[in-house]
C-alpha cells in the first residue's frame, strides 16, 4: 500500500512540475505526459478534469466569432455542445456539402499518402508514400501528411469554421487549441481488426481534454467500418477500473459488450458529408472494412496544448479568407502551428 501510494504521489509531482514548465516554455515532456496517462488511469479521470479547469483558468475567450458554419449558427452549436456533455458525442448528417465532398475526394486520390504498417508489420525505416489505388490498396490503413492537408483551402475553412470554434469553446469552456489534424482511408484489407488503424476499443488520451470532429466524405454503412462510440463512456468512472488499470490498451468488442451491453453502443451509419463530434476520451473504435473503402477527415480541439510531443506542422504561406481572418482574430486558436 505506501509503495502504492509513493508511486502515485511521484506521478503527481512529475505532472504538477511538467504542466508549470509548459506554461512557461510551451514545451512538453514525455514524462508528464506518461504521468498524465497513469493518473488518468488511477482516478478514473478525475486528473484531466482538474487539469482542465487549469486550462481554463490560465486560458482566454474567443473574440468576434460570428456567422453560420457547417453545423448551424452559433446558438446550435451551443445546443450541440450540451449533447456531448451529455451523451458523449452527436451526429449530424450531410453537414458538409456535396461540393466541398467532391474536391476533398479529388485531394484524397491525386494526393500521396502514408500506408500505415499493420499488426505484426515492422515499422523501421522511413514513411511509405503512394497514392490510393482503392481496387488494389496495399494496407488497411492509409495517412494523409498534415502538411498536405493544411495546404487545402477546404480543411483551412474548416480550420476557421465559426460553428465548430463555437462548439469546441463551448464544450471545453475555454478558447480551444487546434491539434491533431489528420485524414485517413481504411480498406478491407484484413478480415481481422487491426490495433495499429484503431480498429479495437480504445480511449485517447492526448491533452487534458478535447473535442474530435470527424468527417464522413464517404457514404458509411455497416460494412464500410463505420465508427462506433459506447455512450457515457466520457464521464468520470465510466470505464471500469479493471479496464484503466491495464493502461493504454486495446479493448476487444467482447470485453466491452460484456461490461456496458450492446444498448449503449452507437454505430453510426450515415451518407457522406456527415459531421459527428465526439470526446474520445470515451471508448471508441472504427470498424472493419467488408466492403467498400471509407475515407475520413479529423480535426481536434483541445483546451491546450500539454500532453502529448507531436512536431509543429507549418501553415501555409498562401491561407483561404477565413482562415487569415481567423488567425488574425484569434491567433491563440492555431498556436499549434507554425
Keep these: 500500500m505506501l509503495k502504492r501510494f509513493v508511486y502515485f504521489f ?52 474567443l473574440r468576434d466569432v460570428r456567422g453560420v458554419g457547417v453545423i448551424g449558427d ?54 511509405r508514400l503512394e497514392r490510393v489505388d482503392l481496387e488494389r490498396p496495399a494496407a488497411v490503413r492509409y495517412d494523409y501528411r498534415v502538411s498536405d492537408l493544411l495546404a ?72 464500410n467500418g463505420p465508427h462506433s462510440f459506447i455512450e457515457g463512456t466520457h464521464k468520470i468512472d465510466s470505464i471500469p477500473r479493471r479496464f484503466l488499470h491495464r493502461g493504454y490498451v486495446r479493448l476487444s468488442d467482447a470485453e466491452v459488450h460484456a461490461e456496458y ?10 451518407p457522406r458529408g456527415t459531421v459527428i463530434a465526439e470526446d474520445t476520451i470515451g471508448l471508441h473504435k472504427g470498424g472493419v472494412v467488408k466492403g467498400g473503402a471509407r475515407l475520413i477527415l479529423q480535426l481536434q480541439f483541445s483546451s491546450s496544448l500539454f500532453g502529448g510531443i507531436y512536431p509543429k506542422a507549418n501553415l501555409p504561406e498562401q491561407q483561404s479568407t477565413a482562415l487569415a481572418q481567423a488567425m488574425a482574430t484569434n491567433p491563440s486558436v492555431y498556436s499549434g502551428y507554425h
Excluded at 80 to 87: H, I, P, S
Excluded at 261 to 270: H, M, N, R, S, Y
Design 261 to 270: 451491453g450492446q444498448d449503449l453502443e452507437k454505430v453510426f451509419t450515415a
Design 152 to 223: 487545402n483551402p477546404d480543411v483551412q475553412d474548416l480550420l476557421a469554421d465559426p460553428s465548430l470554434l463555437t462548439l469546441a469553446e463551448s464544450y471545453l469552456g475555454t478558447a480551444p487549441k487546434l491539434d491533431v489534424l489528420s485524414m485517413w482511408w481504411h480498406f478491407g484489407f484484413s478480415d481481422s481488426p487491426d490495433s495499429e488503424a484503431a480498429q479495437l476499443y480504445h480511449f485517447d488520451l492526448d491533452r487534458p481534454r478535447w473535442l474530435k470532429v470527424f468527417i464522413y466524405l464517404t457514404d458509411v454503412g455497416l460494412e
Design 74 to 127: 452559433v446558438l446550435e452549436a451551443e445546443r450541440l455542445a450540451e449533447q456531448v456533455l451529455d451523451r458523449g458525442y452527436f451526429v449530424k448528417e450531410s453537414a458538409l456539402s456535396q461540393e466541398v465532398c467532391d474536391r476533398l475526394m479529388d485531394f484524397a486520390m491525386s494526393t500521396p499518402a502514408v500506408v500505415r504498417p499493420m499488426d505484426g508489420q515492422e515499422k523501421k525505416g522511413g514513411l
Design 10 to 61: 511521484a506521478h503527481g509531482v512529475f505532472l504538477v512540475a511538467s504542466y508549470l514548465f509548459f506554461l512557461l516554455s510551451g514545451r512538453n515532456t514525455e514524462r508528464g505526459y506518461q504521468a498524465m496517462v497513469y493518473l488518468f488511469c488511477h482516478t478514473g479521470g478525475r486528473v484531466n478534469n482538474a487539469l482542465l479547469f487549469l486550462d481554463c483558468m490560465v486560458g482566454t475567450r
